[in-house]
């Protein structure tokens, strides 16, 4: 019983630290500001602070969820967007959309 009760309070806690808490506007979060390279990197880096970095570390390190330092060697902007919007074992579906989504697979599919 206490096996059962532990691995729902840990689904239970991924979850919630997966949603962000950022709601359904949390792709909006930026104020939809594309103004070029750097402010897209920039913006990346804030939705993924925002978003993912509660499972995949503040400096992409990993925790719950994978490392993701060099996951730009592993996977394309294509498959890193069809991660985001699909999810992943413990990952959830569409923590991120939008022009957002794009923003975050690009910004990752450059660290190699």
Known sequence: MK??????FLGVSLALAACGGGGDNAGDQNGGN????????????????Q????CHGQDLSGGVGPNLQKVGSKY???QIKEIIANGRGAMPAGIIKGE???KVAEWLAAKK
């Not at 594309?34 to 602070?49: F, K, L, P, R, S």
């Open 100 to 102: 957002d989504a794009d």
């Open 3 to 8: 096996w059962k009760l532990a691995a729902m």
């Open 76 to 78: 394309s902007k294509e």
């Open 34 to 49: 594309n103004n070029g390279g750097g402010d897209t990197v920039a913006a990346a880096e804030q939705i993924y602070q």
């Open 51 to 54: 978003n993912c970095a509660s």
